[in-house]
Structure formats: structure tokens, C-alpha cells
């Protein structure tokens, strides 16, 4: 694609029409409030001085996450010789990297719907993704920032939560025998936002914007889902600058991991500026060194263990 095509720019919030909203809105409605025991997880397991009693504990509380975790932990991935259900054992083994991961996705799955498929929407798919942006952020991240690791991971976990509620609504649409708008005239090698637009009127960042809101996340977290893609269509006086970092980082990991793994419908590439507020130049290959691509490998064959 070269720069003449870019000239398509997606909505905002301010620009989805009070009819969108409304349906938006109904979908939201039904999803459940973030549950207490699943935020004081993701706390825990981002602080390295975690008391690990106590966080067994607060586990033990959701049975749902139990034996989430237990499934992983048994999983060929690990090998491990005899099946365990050994909750201790298990977060040992896992760590709390994976530990948050797995948290996420059981929440994710209970509040809109992943691991389901439905036609093109594979959340599966979806949730792979999510996970590789979530280990590419590594790279913008200095060895000892356990802080900054921990928050880029869980920003790449849900930066594209908003496109499970999009897919939620397109099954209540067929339960409902509504059928959908159609992408129109628009070829089948659009942008995704642009097909999105098309379809619902709003595209997956908005709806990613408005559940953050509903959880009661932070500003921070508000911000990237909204703008993680922005840099690739507007210039920094679109972004809200207090968390242009991490948006440029996220941005850039969806890019990256878009490039090695899904060849479909890449955005265009952000301006100069963006690289450089990351503390790289562009192109995106400078960025993708061995250890990278063979980090993102393996938590591909993780990933595809778990599915
Ligand atoms: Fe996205
Ligand atoms: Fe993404």
C-alpha cells in the first residue's frame, strides 16, 4: 500500500451516531463487571513481592480460574509426567506471567464469549493474538521494569477486547435473524476497522474504550484500547500524550506480531515519530531481532498446546 491509499481514517467516539451507541450500549450492559478476585489477581501477580500464600488464596476463590490453571499446567506443554492438581505446584510452575495470562483469558471467556467460533470470528485466533502482542511488548521493556512488563502485558492481553464484543453482537444479530449490514462496496481486502465501521456502525477500539469504562480500568488502560491504532492514521495531536508510549507500543507489537504471523489486512505503518517515542527507527523489520521472533515462536506452540 503506498501513502495515497491512506487517505481513510477511522471514527472516534465522538463520531459514532446515538442509534450505534444504544445497540453498543445493550451488548455492554450484559457483560459482567470485572470480578473483584480477577483484579486483585492481575495486582498480585504484576508485584514480584507478592505474598505467594496469599495469592494462592485469593485463586482458591474462583474455581472457574482453578481449574483453568490446572488445565494449562497439564497440558503436553509442560510435559510434566503425572497429572497434577497440586494448585501450588501449579503456580510454581506456571509463574506469574502465565498465571495473569491464564486469568484473563478465563475472564475474557466468561464475559464475551472467547473460544468460541462463529464464521470468520475465530476467537481462538483472536486470543493468540492478543497473547503474542503481549509478549512482543517485552521488547520495549528494560530487564529489571517488572512494573512497566507487568501493565504492557495486560494492555496486550485486552487491546483488542473491543473485537469479542464485536463478534458477540454479530451472533446475537444471527440469533436474532437480523442480518448484518454487509461490508457494501467496500473490497474484501479492506482495512478491519474499516469493515468493522461498515458492519456496526463503530470499530473494535471504540467498543474496547467503552468496556474499559464499564470495568472501572484506568485512564491508562482507557486510552490504549481506544488509540492503539491510532499512530498508523493521525499525528501525535490525536493521542493523548500522557500515554502516547504505551499506544505507540502497543501499536507497533500488534504490527510486528501482524507481520509474522497473520499476512491479512496490515495497517499502514505509523509515522517516524511513533518509532522513535518507542526507542526505534522504522522499518518494523530494525525492531524484529532472532531472539524476538523466537520468543513470539514459542509462545505461538504455547498457545497452540492450549487450544
Ligand atoms: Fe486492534
Ligand atoms: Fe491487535
Not at 110 to 129: C, F, I, M, P, S
Amino acid at each position: 500500500m503506498d501513502d495515497s491509499e491512506h487517505t481513510w481514517t477511522p471514527i472516534r467516539y465522538d463520531e459514532v451516531s446515538p442509534e450505534t451507541k444504544v445497540v453498543i450500549n445493550s451488548v455492554i450492559d450484559r457483560v459482567p463487571d470485572l470480578p473483584l478476585s480477577v483484579n486483585r489477581i492481575i495486582e498480585m501477580t504484576s508485584d514480584e513481592d507478592t505474598n505467594f500464600k496469599e495469592l494462592v488464596e485469593v485463586i482458591s476463590s474462583d474455581p472457574a480460574i482453578v481449574s483453568n490453571i490446572l488445565k494449562v499446567v497439564n497440558s503436553s506443554y509442560y510435559g510434566l509426567k503425572k497429572k497434577t492438581d497440586n494448585l501450588h505446584l501449579a503456580i510454581v510452575l506456571l509463574g506469574f506471567k502465565e498465571i495473569k495470562t491464564v486469568v484473563m483469558r478465563s475472564f475474557v471467556t466468561r464475559a464475551v464469549g472467547a473460544g468460541k467460533q462463529y464464521k470468520d470470528y475465530d476467537t481462538r485466533e483472536l486470543w493468540q493474538h492478543s497473547y503474542l502482542v503481549s509478549v512482543c511488548t517485552d521488547k520495549f521493556c528494560g530487564e529489571d521494569d517488572q512494573q512497566k512488563r507487568g501493565v504492557l502485558l495486560t494492555l496486550g492481553l485486552l487491546h483488542d477486547i473491543g473485537k469479542f464484543a464485536l463478534y458477540n453482537i454479530a451472533i446475537q444479530m444471527k440469533k436474532r435473524g437480523i442480518k448484518p449490514m454487509g461490508i457494501g462496496d467496500l473490497s474484501e481486502s479492506a482495512l478491519i476497522l474499516e469493515k468493522e465501521e461498515k458492519l456496526f456502525g463503530v470499530n473494535h477500539t471504540i467498543v474496547g474504550g467503552m468496556l474499559a469504562r464499564k470495568w472501572n480500568l484506568s485512564e491508562r488502560f482507557i486510552s490504549v484500547l481506544e488509540c492503539h491504532h491510532h499512530p498508523s492514521f493521525f499525528d501525535r495531536s490525536e493521542i493523548p500524550s500522557e500515554f502516547e508510549k504505551e499506544i505507540s507500543e502497543i501499536c507497533i507489537s500488534d504490527l510486528i506480531v501482524n507481520k509474522l504471523f497473520y499476512q491479512n489486512n496490515s495497517l499502514p505503518l505509523p509515522q517516524d515519530h511513533f518509532f522513535e517515542t518507542v526507542g526505534f527507527h522504522p522499518p518494523l523489520e530494525s525492531i524484529i531481532d532472532q531472539k524476538l521472533e523466537e520468543k513470539l515462536n514459542k509462545a505461538k506452540d504455547f498457545m497452540s498446546e492450549l487450544s
